[in-house]
């Protein structure tokens, strides 16, 4: 009976002076990366900033004029304010995840060929549904040249 009454006090000394001791804010954990900051990864910089046109199985290959490379990690979700986390930094390969808030979220890995060829495998999440392919991403040129071509 003895040993009950102790370890009742020593669960209960804790517990007390737990109560009686002000609370204090617990500081919420930093993102890993926030969206404004930039991000540096290996094979990412290796990639040409210009015109490249993006080829997916099943449809029509698409041109986009990429400024900052970054932005072939987020080729299903093109908005901005989306959080990435970095999983794989590699010199030929990298692969991020990122969320964008009531947009979904995707995994994408970034082989580079060659400075102006690369692979890109993207999966996860957008428009509530399921997406998953592969892409064949090469430069074209410059984009200035590429726009006043087309018009």
């Not at 290959?61 to 590699?90: K, Y």
């Amino acid at each position: 009976m003895a040993l009950v009454r102790r370890l009742k006090l020593l669960l209960l000394v804790p517990i007390a002076s737990q109560l009686s001791a002000a609370p204090t804010a617990t500081p919420a954990p930093a993102p890993s990366s926030p969206p404004s900051a930039p991000m540096s990864l290996a094979a990412l910089k290796q990639l040409e900033a210009g015109m490249w046109q993006l080829d997916i199985k099943g449809r029509a290959p698409r041109q986009v004029c990429v400024s900052d490379p970054m932005t072939l990690v987020q080729i299903e979700h093109e908005q901005p304010g989306c959080s990435r986390f970095v999983i794989a930094n590699e010199p030929k390969s990298s692969t991020v995840h990122y969320s964008c808030e009531r947009a979904g979220w995707g995994r994408t890995t970034v082989r580079v060929e060659t400075p102006r060829a690369a692979t890109i495998q993207t999966q996860g999440i957008a428009r509530n549904a399921p997406f998953d392919y592969s892409v064949q991403a090469k430069r074209l040129g410059a984009c200035g040249a590429q726009l006043s071509a087309r018009r």
